[in-house]
């Protein structure tokens, strides 16, 4: 009788323990589920961002916030002598204005056309190297904003 009861008891046992770990397991994985979800929302986030890569709307953004104190979306060269962008992708390249984005001073030590451009500004004033161009998803974001400054 005794040994039935010891019997009957390690089966309970035996069954708690499976249940616990049945249980931990499952959190484990409800966690380990979340994590997925997480990844997965993030690499959608990062596959939007990739998308937004050529977001001109982002691009116009940052011309807005920093670019238009300097820079006016007409021919007209600005108060502070900087040139009008209308129409600057025909005298540009993407990559040409990729590299003036990031560092003006630098590329024109480099680039005939970036050193005319900074001899040429009557006022003497040198377009600045922007901590917001530092990314190259933000220079992809305004050349794409600024392929838009068509003029007719
Ligand atoms: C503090 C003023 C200033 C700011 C801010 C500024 N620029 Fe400039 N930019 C200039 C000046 C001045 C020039 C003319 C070249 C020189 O003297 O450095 C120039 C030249 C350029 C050129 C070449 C234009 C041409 O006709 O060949 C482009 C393109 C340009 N800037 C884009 C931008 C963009 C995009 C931003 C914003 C992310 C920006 N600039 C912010 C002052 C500025």
Redesign the pocket.
């Given at each position: 009788m005794r040994k039935i009861w010891a019997g009957e008891m390690r089966k309970f046992l035996y069954m708690a323990f499976l249940l616990i770990l049945m249980e931990v397991g499952l959190s484990g994985d409800a966690v380990a589920a979340d994590k997925l979800v997480t990844t997965a929302k993030s690499g959608q986030a990062t596959a939007g961002k990739t998308k937004a890569a050529v977001n001109p709307e982002y691009g116009k953004e940052?011309?807005k916030n920093?670019?238009i104190?300097?820079?006016r979306t007409d021919y007209d060269v600005s108060a502070?002598?900087?040139?009008g962008?209308r129409d600057?992708m025909d005298?540009?390249t993407p990559e040409w204005?990729n590299q003036?984005?990031t560092n003006?001073a630098i590329f024109a030590k480099k680039d005939k056309t970036a050193r005319a451009?900074?001899e040429a500004?009557p006022y003497g004033?040198?377009?600045?190297t922007?901590p917001?161009?530092q990314s190259s998803q933000s220079r992809k974001d305004?050349i794409e904003f600024?392929k838009t400054l068509k003029g007719d």
């Open positions: 940052i011309f920093i670019c104190h300097c820079h502070v002598g900087a040139p962008l600057v005298r540009h204005l003036w984005l003006p451009l900074i500004n004033l040198t377009m600045p922007l917001e161009m305004v600024l």
